[in-house]
């Protein structure tokens, strides 16, 4: 019972990690990063960064680093907050989206 128990939850988790993310519903769940990032994914302000065609993986691992409070900067908090109420499906939609732009 327990063995089949721990397969289950092993294989739950395991989907979780493997979700690859949907550009399309990453465009829906990023109403506040145009402001800083650009329409597009091309910040017009040099302070901050291109979003547009970037690595999925670096853009997903970055996202949970600033959910977590584990990257610092002049930015880092705000970052936090905006990122706060997205879970990690939400988290590798958005990163699909944006690694898709480069394509």
């Not at 329409?39 to 979003?51: H, M, S, T, V």
């Not at 600033?66 to 990122?83: H, N, S």
Request: net charge neutral; aromatic share 8%.
């Amino acid at each position: 019972m327990r063995l089949s128990l721990f397969i289950s939850m092993l294989l739950i988790v395991m989907n979780a990690w493997a979700y690859d993310g949907d550009p399309d519903l990453g465009k829906q769940k990023i109403p506040s990063c145009p402001f800083c990032h650009g329409g597009d994914g091309i910040a017009e302000n040099p302070r901050y960064p291109n979003l547009k065609g970037q690595d999925k993986g670096y853009l997903l691992s970055a996202m949970q680093a600033y959910k977590k409070g584990q990257r610092k900067g002049p930015m880092a908090e705000m970052m936090q907050t905006q990122l706060q109420r997205l879970n990690n499906e939400d988290l590798n939609d958005i990163a699909a989206y944006y690694a898709s732009r480069g394509e």
